[in-house]
């Protein structure tokens, strides 16, 4: 780009004394107009504002073209009509080297042209790449077995394809015969996957019903153990016979379930006999628990808490079996003493560890030294009448002094 003109009226016109004004070109002195009754500079100015016009006007559409703002039809339009605002304008300016920048602007656009023309060879190379790997893709889904995921893939990558410009047209037909057929192979392998997705089912059906068909005498069976593990085999046997068609699965497993519930059910009653049969294991369970509880927890000597806890577990398990339901709060409540323990055990050794209790020991010099260095700039702040400064540190104190009571308490702890 032609760097902007720098010039001075006196260089390129002057003015007569009746308000004439006139520029110079390389053609020779011509008159642009005439403003009586003003200065000489005023006249001259008001020329020199319409080249500034001009010039603002050149360096515009350079700018434009360089940038490529411009289609080369437009560039050569804008050319053409600014170079026919400048020819013969009436204003004051080097109007020769405005003319000289229109005229050096042809090769910038010629440039231009062939830029624009490798951008657009640029984009369709992008465009088949692009083409080239959804194709890619499409070939490979054609492969694959993802039949719920792939026929949205599709979908989208034709979406996509539809949207993208076309290229040649033997390149554009290749690839779209490409990327039709691999489509085609996809759905006509999907059909074939579905249709024996369907023979299979109709074997899962004919297995799941050979199985209601055995768990039917098993039902009322009362040998608990090993019927139980038949209809454990039962249920695995189901579950690896795959889905049945979906209007029969679920009333097939309606059968089989309710089957196995008429067992299970009827040795849950059984075993509930059996629970009162425990009763007398679970009084003397909660006896030993409230006797635990009291004795062990809080704990106040670790050592003595510790051995207690051992003495019960072991007189606790001795004790034998108890009702089902009753299980898990006597675990609980074992879980508790346990916890209160190993608690303890992990308070001794926090408050014996030397490096707690140097970090504790640092924390509280720390904010000692803050306060001082606060207390020392309320001295000085007073000193020289700056009471907002006096009483923000004051605040700051007051926040601080709590962190330090803190700190204080936790390095005190250490000392108990």
């Given amino acids: 780009m032609v760097p902007m003109t720098s010039s001075s009226p006196a260089d390129f016109g002057r003015v007569d004394p009746d308000g004439t004004v006139y520029v110079r070109t390389a053609e020779g002195e ?26 603002l006007e050149v360096s515009l559409l350079e700018r434009r073209i360089a940038s490529g703002a411009l289609s080369p039809e437009e560039a050569r339009h804008s050319i053409h009509t600014v170079t026919g605002n400048v020819t013969g304008a009436n204003a004051v300016g080097d109007l020769d080297a405005l003319a000289a920048r229109l005229t050096a602007l042809a090769p910038v656009l010629a440039q231009a042209s062939e830029a624009r023309k490798a951008e657009r060879a640029k984009q369709a190379e992008a465009t088949k790449a692009t083409k080239e790997t959804m194709v890619g893709e499409a070939e490979q889904l054609a492969q694959g077995n993802d039949w719920r995921g792939g026929v949205n893939r599709f979908r989208s990558l034709l979406d996509e394809w539809k949207a993208l410009p076309r290229i040649d047209r033997a390149t554009d037909d290749d690839l779209w015969h490409r990327f039709s057929t691999a489509r085609t192979t996809y759905t006509r392998r999907r059909k074939a996957q579905f249709a024996e997705q369907a023979e299979k089912r109709d074997s899962a059906r004919q297995l799941k019903e050979q199985i209601i068909a055995e768990a039917r005498p098993l039902a009322e069976s009362t ?14 046997r189901w579950k ?21 519930d008429q067992f299970f059910n009827a040795r849950t009653t059984t075993q509930s006999q059996q629970d009162e049969e ?15 509880e009291a004795e062990i927890v809080p704990v106040t000597d670790l050592a003595e808490s510790r051995a207690a806890f051992r003495t019960f577990v ?82 700051s104190i007051t926040t601080y002094q709590s962190w330090l009571d803190q700190a204080r308490t936790t390095l005190a702890d250490f000392s108990r």
Avoid at 34 to 55: G, N
């Fill in 30 to 55: 011509r008159s642009v107009g005439q403003i009586p009754d003003v200065t000489e500079s005023e006249a001259m100015a008001f020329y020199t504002r319409r080249f500034d016009s001009l010039e």
């Fill in 223 to 236: 040998d608990w153990g090993p019927t139980s593990g038949a209809f454990r085999d039962l249920m695995a």
């Fill in 278 to 292: 425990f009763k007398a294991n679970l009084d003397a369970k909660e006896a030993l628990l409230v006797k635990a």
């Fill in 240 to 260: 690896a016979a795959g889905a049945a068609p979906r209007e029969v699965d679920d009333a097939l497993w309606a059968e089989f379930r309710g089957l196995q």
């Fill in 314 to 395: 072991e007189q606790f398990n001795a004790l034998g079996k108890v009702p089902r339901e009753s299980m898990r709060g006597l675990d609980n409540r074992v879980r508790a003493i346990e916890n209160a323990v190993r608690q303890a055990e992990d308070a001794e050794w926090k408050r014996t560890d030397p490096e707690a209790r140097a970090r504790a020991e640092e924390t509280v010099a720390m904010l000692s030294s803050e306060i001082d260095k606060l207390a020392e700039k309320i001295t000085k702040a007073e000193a020289r009448g700056d009471q907002k400064s006096a009483d923000k540190a004051r605040d």
